[in-house]
């Protein structure tokens, strides 16, 4: 059967504004108690924001930890934008909510993952970005060895979307 209404987009919608809402809380005050948000994005995505540098050292995707080394988060409807310490030098970048493939709050045991389609890559050609969280290999060691295993609450987009590729009449 055919979706006409659209679900797959409408949870996706939702699943993004979680997001939204999660930076929103914590851009004037920071975040509370042992909360930090790990964060995963296609590096060439339309309108993502990075120097030069980051691009060549992460030409598919990289990801971020908003939680000491941030200043001057600031968080708009699409996008937000942050300066983050890398190598002691802040840089300022800026990721719309659609270029994020995940999201997590490991002090919560919370994660998100998204599946990107093709109409999510209209100006980008020829990129392969299968090779998820690869990125950032040198991020926080430390908490990475003592990270929570968040498998268990992963909330992906695909459990709600039927394989296009087949035929089944489901």
Do not use: W
Request: no cysteine; aromatic share 12%; proline share 3%.
């Amino acid at each position: 059967m055919q979706d006409l209404i659209g679900y797959d987009e409408i949870i996706e919608k939702a699943m993004r504004s979680v997001i939204f809402e999660s930076l929103k809380k914590i851009e004037k005050t920071g975040l509370p108690g042992k909360h930090y948000f790990v964060i995963t994005f296609m590096t060439k995505f339309p309108k993502v924001s990075i120097s030069k540098t980051l691009i060549e050292k992460y030409p598919e995707e990289m990801t971020i930890a908003l939680q000491f080394q941030y200043r001057n988060l600031l968080v708009e409807e699409d996008h937000f934008k942050v300066s983050l310490s890398f190598g002691g030098k802040f840089e300022k970048i800026s990721i719309p909510y659609k270029a994020i493939t995940s999201f997590s709050d490991p002090s919560m045991n919370f994660a998100m993952k998204f599946s990107v389609s093709q109409s999510d890559f209209d100006n980008v050609d020829n990129i392969d970005f299968t090779g998820s969280n690869r990125a950032n290999s040198n991020f926080d060691k430390k908490n990475s060895a003592s990270a929570i295993d968040l498998s268990a609450k992963v909330i992906s987009l695909d459990a709600f979307r039927k394989n296009k590729d087949t035929n089944s009449t489901n």
